[in-house]
């Protein structure tokens, strides 16, 4: 059974950083792409970055490029985010996903979720 779980989130003041992390288990993730969607309250849940596990491509949403880093350690069977120059409108609860093959820009596309992490970027 996959399973996947989400830490590092908080409290944060605009302009610091926090890495989130997404420690994946169940199954071998090799052909799989690994997503960070957020929602905030009232929004509809929105794609922020994605790596495939082989090879270690990447993608970035719009407005976390520059400040956002997707990454994976194959050994730990963990992805990351590492976010940087936090925004108060970067406030909001943070998925880790997964899906086969292809990096997908749509939360529908994406068969397994983690609880989430709360992040909070005070202004």
């Known amino acids: 059974q996959v399973q996947l779980v989400e830490s590092g989130g908080g409290l944060v003041q605009a302009g610091g950083s926090l890495r989130l992390s997404c420690a994946a288990s169940?199954?071998?993730?090799?052909?799989?792409?690994m997503g960070w969607f957020r929602q905030a309250p009232g929004k509809e849940r929105e794609f922020v970055a994605a790596i495939r596990w082989s090879g270690g491509s990447t993608d970035y949403a719009d407005f976390v490029k520059g400040r956002f880093t997707i990454s994976r350690d194959n050994a730990k069977n963990t992805v990351y985010l590492q976010m940087n120059s936090l925004k108060p409108e970067d406030t909001a609860v943070y998925y880790c996903?997964?899906?086969?093959?292809?990096?997908?820009?749509?939360?529908?596309?994406?068969?397994?979720w983690g609880q989430g992490t709360q992040v909070t970027v005070s202004s």
């Open positions: 996903a997964a899906r086969e093959y292809s990096i997908s820009y749509y939360y529908t596309e994406y068969g397994y």
């Open positions: 169940g199954r071998t993730f090799s052909s799989y792409a």
